[in-house]
């Protein structure tokens, strides 16, 4: 899943209001991330679903956020996600590699 996350370093004014920490165009890509920052205790939703399938010259992006106070968390387990799944995929390619 290339390009799975791109973070938004957002900072809010009230530590409640919710801040972006990841954009995705489809809403599979942003579920996954919901989902796994849920499954961390981070609460998160997502947003802009309804217009991330439409065909057009600007096409929708859906959008994962967190509480502010949540920030940080969040930020520090996707990117951690996106170390393992990219020294997963060198593995792989590096195995490839040696099969050859």
Do not use: C
């Not at 939703?45 to 968390?73: C, H, I, W």
């Amino acid at each position: 899943m290339g390009g799975l996350f791109s973070y938004d370093m957002v900072m809010s004014k009230e530590h409640n209001d919710p801040v972006t920490v990841g954009r995705y165009t489809t809403e599979f890509e942003a579920m996954l991330t919901k989902n796994m920052l849920v499954e961390a205790g981070i609460p998160a939703q997502v947003v802009g679903a309804m217009t991330a399938g439409f065909r057009a010259e600007t096409p929708g992006v859906v959008k994962v956020l967190v509480p502010g106070d949540f920030e940080e968390q969040a930020l520090v387990l996707l990117i951690e996600y996106t170390n393992e799944a990219e020294d997963a995929k060198d593995a792989r390619e590096e195995d490839a590699g040696e099969e050859d």
